[in-house]
């Protein structure tokens, strides 16, 4: 069955950078555009970023464009989400998603918060 694991989240200071990591299994990882969402305490979860099976194009929320950078690496059946200059308001928890025959399946998240 399709599994999601994110790692990487953690307490940072404004400015600061953290590394998110989503594992994938029980599906072919490399033929899946993947995702990575958050959602913030009394907000509905947001599209934070996106890529391609192949790696080639991604999309990015205009709240992170420039700051964050979504890759993966196919051999490792892993995304990423790298996020620098962290703000206050990037306090979230962090998913990522697959959408494989019309289901969406998610991972258990990963809280990030951005505090001094």
């Known amino acids: 069955q399709v599994q999601l694991v994110e790692s990487g989240g953690g307490l940072v200071q404004p400015g600061g950078s953290l590394r998110l990591s989503c594992a994938a299994s029980g599906f072919t990882f490399t033929s899946y555009p993947m995702s990575w969402y958050r959602q913030a305490p009394g907000k509905e979860r947001e599209l934070v970023a996106t890529?391609?099976?192949?790696?080639?194009?991604?999309n990015y929320a205009d709240s992170v464009k420039g700051r964050f950078t979504i890759s993966r690496d196919n051999a490792k059946n892993t995304v990423y989400l790298q996020m620098n200059t962290l703000k206050p308001e990037d306090t979230a928890v962090y998913y990522c998603?697959?959408?494989?025959?019309?289901?969406?399946?998610w991972g258990q998240g990963t809280q990030v918060t951005v505090s001094s």
């Open positions: 998603k697959v959408q494989k025959w019309g289901n969406d399946y």
């Open positions: 890529i391609t099976s192949t790696g080639g194009s991604t």
